[in-house]
């Protein structure tokens, strides 16, 4: 299957900064991209969507200027969690896919605010 | 009510056993039909990728998909304990964003 790298893996982070998480696709085109939050022994949620080049589409409940998401080239999506606080610690993961294909998700990236 | 419906179990098997699992929705809409299988505290992974109704099968999984009952399924034959992992079905429209299951947990004892 197709190859999505995220990073950092995992991330500890003081209260009150701004932490970035990249979301690359190695060997296709991401044509969209989506950013999940995870807690827990719970299902994902689907924070935002992001096609290459276009603002990005949060769900609803998700702070579009807490949650920055930029999808500035066809293999490179970005989430910067600003002003982090403890309650954004999460699992947050991507996923890619290229065109109608499935979707292939990066390995996850654990956020923890201190 | 949810839109996807996941038996969160969890469920566990002794090695070789077929682990049926299973998922039921609501969303007419719904075409693309997955099944991903997620260890801990890594990202989901791939299992099964199948569009509207019928089966599918790759090595020891099968995916079904009934699309008049709104029931989805992924059968593991001779399971091993590799196995062990919690399996998340996920479904989309043709605009693309996906609805995943609140996930299965399996353990597959030796």
């Known amino acids: 299957g197709a190859v999505v790298s995220q990073h950092p893996s995992w991330v500890i982070c003081k209260s009150g900064t701004s932490v970035k998480i990249e979301c690359r696709s190695l060997d296709f085109q991401a044509t969209?991209?989506?950013?999940?939050r995870q807690f827990p022994k719970q299902s994902l949620m689907l924070m935002?969507?992001?096609?290459?080049?276009?603002?990005?589409?949060y769900e609803q409940g998700v702070e579009k200027d807490k949650f920055l998401i930029n999808h500035a080239s066809l293999t490179l999506s970005t989430l910067t969690v600003t002003s982090a606080h403890p309650e954004d610690s999460s699992f947050y993961i991507c996923s890619a896919r290229e065109g109608d294909s499935?979707?292939?998700f990066g390995q996850g990236t654990r956020l923890t605010v201190v | 009510q949810k839109e996807?419906?996941?038996?969160p179990g969890p469920l566990s098997v002794p090695e070789g056993a077929i682990v049926s699992l299973n998922c039921t929705y609501s969303n007419s809409a719904f075409q693309y039909f997955m099944w991903y299988r997620q260890y801990s505290r890594k990202g989901p992974e791939l299992l099964m990728y199948t569009y509207s109704s019928g089966n599918k099968e790759d090595g020891r999984f099968t995916a079904q998909v009934d699309?008049?009952?709104?029931?989805?399924s992924l059968f593991i034959r001779d399971s091993q304990?590799?196995?062990?992992?919690?399996y998340l079905?996920?479904?989309s429209s043709n605009a693309g964003?996906?609805?995943?299951?609140d996930g299965t947990t399996l353990t597959v004892k030796p």
């Open chain 1, 32 to 36: 969209t991209m989506f950013w999940y």
């Open chain 1, 48 to 57: 935002a969507t992001s096609n290459e080049g276009s603002k990005a589409t």
């Open chain 1, 102 to 104: 499935e979707a292939f």
């Open chain 2, 4 to 7: 996807v419906e996941q038996d």
């Open chain 2, 67 to 72: 699309k008049s009952s709104k029931y989805i």
């Open chain 2, 81 to 86: 304990p590799s196995d062990s992992a919690t």
């Open chain 2, 89 to 91: 079905c996920a479904m």
């Open chain 2, 97 to 101: 964003k996906s609805t995943f299951g």
